[in-house]
């Protein structure tokens, strides 16, 4: 079986609704009444400054952490705790350092009941998906930090979640890696029509990604607005000088600096 046949495999699932998501910490609210739908498939990025709670609602989705009132459904069913239906891939890389390559991303597989050589066998064909086979067996600190979110990114699928979570996945590298990691994420997911919840800071690299932006305010983390992405697809860089792709920017980033200015007049008053 090739990537292109992993691609391929049954019917794409993976729906998430949220349903007024309140969370608070120590008496402090850090999610305010979060409601949004991400349909199967979709790539639904999340934006917001600072402190907004993105991190905190992507756990919630993940099971992680648990809402103070509201629920999160995937698939239609409620999410009580982690399960392997979605997987998450974070900023930094949690790679085991003892286990090559080809074994951390077969880790899941063994954990869900695989044997190590028919993991390996699994673990493979990921690997040949983010297009690094020649480092199946390499240790991870013989890998670039880019080389290293691959094979997070591949262990994460390897499991074959219907949701993959990504916490501002490229946040650690360098501005000329993450293009290429945003290329080769749309690349992997137009191949296999994943449902994508992604956080990040960057308007830019969540227009480039989205179908649809979940845009939060702060104090408290709430919704400002849901930005529909009307870019053709497939997309590369190139798409980044287009006009329409300045103006989506655009539209984003005064939705977030208005908030960041009325914050600003608000701590003043
Ligand atoms: N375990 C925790 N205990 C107490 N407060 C928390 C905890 N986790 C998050 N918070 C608070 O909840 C709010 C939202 O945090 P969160 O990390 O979700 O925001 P974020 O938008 O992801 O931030 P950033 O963009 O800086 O990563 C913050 O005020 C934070 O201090």
């Known amino acids: 079986m090739t990537s292109t046949d992993?691609?391929?495999?049954?019917?794409?699932?993976?729906?998430i609704d949220a349903k007024c998501v309140t969370k608070s910490y120590n008496g402090r609210i850090a999610l305010d009444s979060i409601s949004?739908?991400?349909?199967p498939g979709q790539f639904y990025a999340v934006v917001g400054p600072s402190g907004c709670g993105k991190t905190t609602l992507l756990k919630i989705v993940h099971g992680l952490v648990r809402a103070s009132s509201g629920e999160v459904h995937v698939n239609g069913l409620p999410v009580a705790e982690p399960c392997r239906s979605?997987?998450?891939?974070?900023?930094?890389?949690?790679?085991?350092?003892?286990?090559?390559?080809?074994?951390?991303?077969?880790?899941?597989?063994?954990?869900?009941g695989?044997?190590?050589e028919q993991a390996r066998a699994k673990a493979r064909r990921y690997l040949e998906l983010v297009e690094l086979e020649d480092v199946a067996h390499y240790q991870p600190h013989q890998l670039s930090g880019g080389m290293r979110q691959r094979v997070n990114l591949a262990r994460a699928l390897a499991v074959e979640p219907e949701v993959l979570l990504m916490d501002e996945p490229f946040a650690a590298l360098d501005a000329q890696t993450r293009e290429v990691m945003q290329e080769e994420l749309l690349r992997i997911w137009h191949q296999r029509s994943q449902t994508v919840m992604f956080v990040t800071h960057q308007i830019d690299e969540a227009v480039l990604l989205a179908d649809r932006i979940l845009v939060l305010g702060s104090r408290p983390g709430r919704v400002?607005?849901?930005?529909?992405?009307?870019?053709?697809?497939?997309r590369d860089l190139h798409m980044k000088r287009s006009a329409a792709f300045g103006e989506l920017v655009e539209q984003?980033?005064?939705?977030?600096?208005?908030?960041a200015q009325k914050e600003s007049r608000r701590v003043q008053s």
Not at 94 to 106: A, E, F, Q, T
Not at 224 to 234: A, E, M, Q, S, T
Not at 252 to 259: Q, T
Request: charged share 25%; proline share 5%; aromatic share 8%.
């Open 252 to 259: 984003v980033w005064s939705l977030i600096s208005g908030e």
């Open 36 to 39: 949004f739908r991400v349909e």
């Open 224 to 234: 400002i607005r849901v930005v529909d992405v009307d870019l053709p697809r497939p």
């Open 6 to 15: 992993i691609a391929r495999e049954g019917a794409v699932t993976g729906s």
């Open 114 to 116: 695989l044997k190590r």
């Open 86 to 112: 979605r997987a998450v891939v974070f900023q930094g890389d949690s790679l085991m350092p003892w286990r090559s390559v080809l074994d951390n991303i077969g880790f899941g597989l063994e954990m869900g």
